[in-house]
């Protein structure tokens, strides 16, 4: 897949030649951005702390609402952002959803949840990694079926939410009870400053790319002149779409290569050889390494394929760190400074075929955000985990891990 370079300079230009194209391949979504500016990052941890503002920054919407989630359903939560999103469709404000069918089931167990939606003029676009023809456009306006073999395989995994074109949300939670109710333990980064304009080109090009509709003349306003503040910090998005250009999993590779004094590490589902081959080799220099996964993950395969490799990571000095509910956030902090968060994880899926969203910081603030919103409170509640200590668990392991690339 080539890539494209996108200078901010030029972030509109693109938005416009997507907006007036007849049709976005999925390989123009290989969207390559230079490194830019954020005027604020701020950490949210769990549904209780994040929703509320993030409903707050939707009803102050005034020219759109753009979301783009894996799991959107119906229920407390659902009900809430639906009445949200269909009160800013009904004052007039374009709202412009993505979401994913396995993760969202629009058109099975949600449909009449996406259908109110839909009637308050939202649009919906969906992505079928599982269908191998599938209407091309919105959501119930009548698509012309046809073959969908670019997206085969290929899950949109994504969590994030741009309103206006000037504050940006990029996390791990789906828009579902569980992760309001604190049952899934996760974290959302809210975003202001240039580096939005990059998440608002990731929304508009993959919303033209499942057929969905944006007027070019509405790109003026949805890509605003966006100010860095007076105490700006580096970001960048990185946006892995499916093909051999994956920013986030170099990016990753990076963070933990480079890490000197400190890494924390914190994802639900830690498979992939190379990635724990190199978190290894961090505690190996003399990092000090953690490693923050949920005791009891509910994906039980990858859990035992990650717990093969306990037994190497401690022996290296890592700390792995079991949390008590389920932990699903992903977040790597190196250094005190060194911030990746966002959707990615550690197994080969994420790393290699789905779609995913992260941004990279350069930030000693959000750093010790982390270390006081997120790692303190997380250390106080977490256990120490050990290798399995039966043969029935210890096969059990090895099984899952030499399968790990396809779970």
């Known amino acids: 897949m080539t890539r494209t370079a996108v200078r901010d300079a030029q972030i509109a230009e693109h938005a416009k030649r997507f907006a007036s194209a007849t049709e976005v391949g999925r390989g123009e979504l290989a969207l390559e951005f230079e490194p830019t500016a ?10 209780r702390n994040f929703y509320p503002p993030m409903l707050a920054d939707i009803a102050s919407a005034s020219s759109s609402v753009h979301i783009n989630q ?24 374009p709202v412009r959803l993505i979401v994913d069918r396995q993760g969202s089931d629009p058109e099975g167990g949600s449909r009449e949840f996406y259908e109110q939606l839909i009637q308050a003029g939202i649009q919906v676009c969906v992505t079928r990694a599982t269908k191998p023809r ?21 899950i949109d995994h994504r969590k994030l ?18 992760f309001e109710n604190g049952a899934f333990h996760d974290l ?43 105490d700006p910090r580096s970001a960048v998005v990185l946006h892995n779409a499916p093909g051999r250009f994956r920013p986030i999993t170099t990016a990753i590779e990076t963070l933990i290569d480079g890490a000197q ?51 190497r990571l401690i022996e290296a000095g890592v700390r792995i760190r079991g949390y008590p509910q389920m932990l699903h956030a992903k ?16 197994e080969a899926w994420s790393l290699k075929r789905f779609f995913e969203i992260d941004i990279g910081f350069v930030s000693r603030d959000l750093a010790t955000q982390f270390d006081e919103k997120f790692f303190a409170p997380a250390e106080e509640v977490s256990s120490d985990l050990q290798p399995p200590s039966t043969l029935k668990d210890r096969g059990r392991a090895a099984v899952f891990a030499a399968i790990s690339p396809l779970l």
């Open 38 to 47: 954020a005027a604020s990052a701020q950490l949210h941890v769990e549904g």
């Open 70 to 93: 894996f799991g959107f359903r119906p229920g407390l939560i659902g009900d809430r952002f639906a009445s949200a999103l269909i009160a800013k469709a009904q004052e007039g404000v």
């Open 134 to 154: 599938a209407p091309r456009g919105p959501l119930g306006a009548g698509g012309e079926t046809g073959w969908n073999l670019s997206g085969l395989g290929h």
């Open 161 to 178: 939410v741009v309103v206006d074109g000037r504050t940006g949300w990029v996390g791990g939670a789906g828009i579902e009870d569980h």
């Open 188 to 230: 959302f980064v809210r975003v202001e400053g240039p580096v939005v304009a990059q998440l608002q080109l990731v929304f508009v090009a993959s919303l033209r790319w499942l057929g969905g509709e944006i007027p070019a003349e509405s790109i003026p306003e949805l890509f605003p002149p966006l100010d860095a503040g007076p």
């Open 261 to 311: 004094s400190t890494l924390d590490v914190v994802n639900p589902y830690v498979t992939d050889r190379g990635m724990i081959g190199r978190i290894v080799a961090a505690a190996d220099r003399g990092a000090r390494v953690r490693l923050f996964v949920p005791a009891n993950p509910n994906n039980w395969a990858c859990g035992a394929a990650e717990q093969f490799h306990h037994k």
């Open 331 to 346: 977040a790597f902090v190196a250094d005190g400074e060194q911030v990746l968060v966002g959707t990615c994880n550690l």
